[in-house]
């Protein structure tokens, strides 16, 4: 893309509405723009970084055989109505009528319906294990939305339900989430620790949260800082397997690590002084087994191989697609601005022209512009006639984890800089050695 | 995707509930499930067809420069009430109150939206022409909603907007639309004819749309036969050059070609009589320009290069992409099902296991799905142990343009079958050749 077509309205000024830095940099980036209170429309720039995290969102969960489709945004009250969560939910729902007067909402998460799709089409073992999920567009009407995205009242979610015979193969499920919620997370950059999180008023047993360390975070956490040595890097799975992915959730739950709502003075007490940990956290997703509440009250049954009718076991696990940017963010900027991890960045390299209009410069400028769209790249090419340092300073706030800056003196030598916006240090090289750096810095990314 | 592990409810009930026959078979071939009147979701199969057209929206708009953002859902109710729409926009549309008591709206299109971002960030004309659009659900509260994603109240749209300086350089972006639809529509099997139509209350001198020819179409139109014969193929264009886009333009509107809105029965009479036709169509898309009117009430304005305060030329266009699944279906089925075009289909090809549990049989499967994935192809495997004649009526309900089938009988002669959907015709050949057969259909398509 070149940015004399791209509509990238960065603001010098830092807008005084927002609290925390990462709305602060998405404000300041041109990336989303508040149409009323925690509902935002996401520029070209932030959109670019929200499909990148539902593309990653959408691989993982596929990589583990889980099954996308698409609920729509508004539900009839009435499925609401058979769980008894219509009364219960409280203001946080958005409820309105149709020109018919049939009550109606916007969507907060998707138990109800998921479960009426299962119920309506499955009535037999042979089709399960069934993981169902999509990414959609939710609505909770927060009294006091704030944060940017972090606490939007729309916002992205994806939310995924398995239906299992057993607990025991819903208990795998769950392990399953685990483990694509921890590829998905280091995918993105992140390091999100699974930590056990609080039931809640949709009860059950097991559940996991995963936390963003970060100084902002809306939760407290205690955790044994061992847990944060612990990777999963790029490790095979078979999520077949049951004892492998049990080991993993072992793997990356059987250390402390726990919230507030479920903080254990007594048990974090017994892990060695020097490894406790007290920060604070920022939730970007959720696992959960609650068992057949709403199967039974939904009549999601199927028959076994005896022949009986009995309930599915269920969970629900949820990623917050919209919310991760920010989250993000807040993980890693600097006083100049964003710093995009690889995986989720919205170009994969900048290019600065320090010499608009020179015909060598240009040139070199869009030789590296095409070569590295020949690898698959999508570079961002600043060609507008402005000074070094305005165009140093986009691209710092921006935070496209490479920079090639390209001058007359550079070429002289023949060589081009490419910068990392990460450690700042800056290397020569020839154009073509260029190319194939940043080709290389994204095999298997991009 | 092996079926075995897929979700993929197929109905051999039709369902009475749908009048038409795209509706039917969505229906069948387990694509949608209606959730309230009008709302519908997207169950597996659908929701990779939606997918895939919205791929090609995405992609042919940003061939021309189109830029993507994403909207929300919800919009205050304050910016129309600005534009003077909240209160001509009649009961269509889906308003309510906040927690806050506060007017919101659920957007059924985006003018008064996206004239305010620009309105918000761009003053000079340098930064001028500025396309920008977004896919996203809309709501209109239809007093009858019916077949199916056709008429639906929650439906996904593409609407994209042009700001320019002038009125030449608007219709240039008119032209440019036009042509992005003309390959948008080609590239999902469709012949969709632009027809001259009537502005309605939105105003404006220019506008025209595309209609689908089908016996269930909504609009009675009249043409001449000859538009019938115009494709736009693969010729290059430069969407930068204006006369190479009016004359596009002129080459695809300059024949008859109306709807009953706006029919001319004596410039109809003017067609040799043996081109004229009257059919039915259904409405997939609209180019619409009309000028100032948005940018003068919302304020959106730019400096011009003599300093002078100007409002933007804007246009909007639209294309129907929930919609165009009917459309798709409504233009190419046979009474055993769907027919998808190449371009949209769900799976590249199904694979009929004609012996599961056949060990050589089996292995020649495995064999043709590994090698048609490493093909950048995707096959649906019909991996169940069910009777021939049902894996066969499954994949004509579902349309999948290719079917090969592999049985103890070819195998002993060294072939599998090769089948066409849309003509019926098999053909013998060995694994591999099947394979590079269909690499070489897909070729510059998947």
């Known amino acids: 893309m070149r940015l004399s077509r791209y509509f990238l309205p960065v603001l010098k000024e830092t807008p005084a509405e ?32 929200l499909k990148r995290i539902e593309q990653i969102v959408h691989e993982e969960q596929q990589k583990a055989g889980h099954l996308p489709l698409l609920m729509p945004t508004l539900q009839s009250a009435e499925l609401w109505q058979k769980s008894g969560r219509y009364d219960a939910y409280g203001p946080e729902m958005l409820r309105f009528t149709d020109r018919h007067d049939r009550e109606m909402l916007y969507g907060p998460t998707n138990e109800e319906m998921i479960t009426d799709i299962v119920a309506a089409y499955v ?49 795998h499920a769950y392990n399953r989430h685990l483990v694509t919620y921890l590829r998905t997370y280091e995918r993105m950059g992140l390091q999100a620790i699974p930590m056990r999180a609080d039931s809640g008023p949709i009860g059950g047993d097991y559940t996991h949260e995963f936390l963003v360390l970060a100084e902002t975070g809306e939760s407290e956490v205690f955790y044994d800082s061992e847990i944060t040595e612990l990777t999963f ?63 039974e009250k939904l009549g999601a049954m199927v028959t076994d191989a005896e022949g009986q009718k009995v309930p599915l076991h269920m969970g629900s696990h949820g990623i917050g697609v919209s919310r991760l940017l920010g989250a993000i963010i807040e993980a890693s900027h600097d006083d100049k601005g964003i710093i995009w991890p690889e995986g989720v960045t919205p170009f994969h390299a900048g290019i600065v022209n320090l010499r608009q209009g020179d015909a060598a410069t240009d040139a070199a400028c869009e030789q590296l512009y095409a070569g590295l769209q020949a690898k698959g790249l999508e570079p961002l090419y600043d060609d507008r006639d402005e000074r070094a340092g305005g165009k140093f300073a986009t691209m710092d706030l921006i935070g496209l984890p490479w920079r090639v800056t390209v001058g007359p003196r550079g070429l002289e030598k023949g060589v081009v800089e490419l910068t990392s916006r990460k450690t700042g240090e800056s290397e020569e090289m020839g154009l073509e050695a260029a190319i194939d750096r940043l080709a290389q810095i994204y095999e298997g990314i991009a």
Request: charged share 30%; glycine share 8%.
């Open 18 to 49: 927002a609290q925390i830095v990462s709305h602060r940099l998405m404000l300041r980036a041109g990336m989303i723009r508040q149409q009323a209170a925690g509902i935002y429309s996401w520029l070209p720039l932030g959109y670019k970084v």
């Open 123 to 171: 009535s037999s073992y042979k089709a399960l294990p069934l993981t169902l999920y999509h990414i959609q567009w939710k609505f909770r009407d927060e009294v006091r939305p704030r944060f940017g995205v972090m606490r939007g009242r729309e916002f992205l979610m994806k939310d995924g339900y398995n239906f299992d015979l057993t607990k025991e193969d819903a208990l």
């Open 233 to 295: 890097g790029d490790r095979a799975i078979d999520y077949d397997d049951k004892a492998e992915c049990q080991a993993v959730l072992e793997e990356f739950t059987s250390r402390y690590a726990r919230t507030d709502e479920t903080h254990d003075e007594a048990a974090f007490g017994e892990i060695p002084e020097e490894r406790r940990r007290s920060a604070r956290g920022i939730e970007v997703g959720q696992i959960f087994y609650f068992g057949t509440e709403y199967s």
